[in-house]
């Protein structure tokens, strides 16, 4: 069993930074190939945000077009760490961020399926607000 632990969330005014962490509680010693973040605004569907594909020295990443350049992933490997590290936050940025994770590896063509992840993270808020 794999459960998802986020933290870092919080308020931000426009502009401002913030860091997400998902910490991967499990009894395997790798974290599962397929990580990401999604997030969701307030009547509003779920949104594939970024995510790590693959094991390895060197996994490959996706970012969302709608925050690349302002988000990045950090990932600890050997921790089963994963950072979203968010900068010039926007007020459209604002919404419950949640951590998941798949069972086998994602691709570059279906990371930001809902369904390529068995396991989400509870959410944690964060809100950019002036």
């Known amino acids: 069993q794999v459960q998802l632990e986020e933290t870092g969330g919080g308020a931000v005014q426009p502009g401002g930074s913030l860091r997400l962490s998902c910490v991967v509680r499990?009894?395997?010693?790798?974290?599962?190939?397929?990580m990401g973040w999604f997030r969701q605004a307030p009547g509003k569907g779920r949104e594939a945000v970024a995510a790590?594909?693959?094991?390895?020295?060197?996994?490959?990443?996706s970012i969302s077009d709608s925050v690349k350049g302002r988000f990045s992933l950090v990932l600890r490997d050997r921790e089963k760490i994963l950072i979203l590290e968010m900068s010039r936050l926007r007020a459209e940025d604002t919404g419950t961020y949640y951590c998941?994770?798949?069972?086998?590896?994602?691709?570059?063509?279906?990371?930001?399926?809902?369904?390529?992840?068995?396991?989400w993270g509870q959410g944690t808020q964060v809100t950019v607000s002036s």
């Open positions: 499990s009894e395997d010693f790798d974290r599962p190939p397929c």
């Open positions: 790590v594909r693959g094991r390895g020295a060197s996994p490959s990443t």
């Open positions: 998941a994770a798949g069972r086998l590896s994602c691709y570059a063509d279906t990371w930001f399926r809902s369904e390529e992840y068995n396991y």
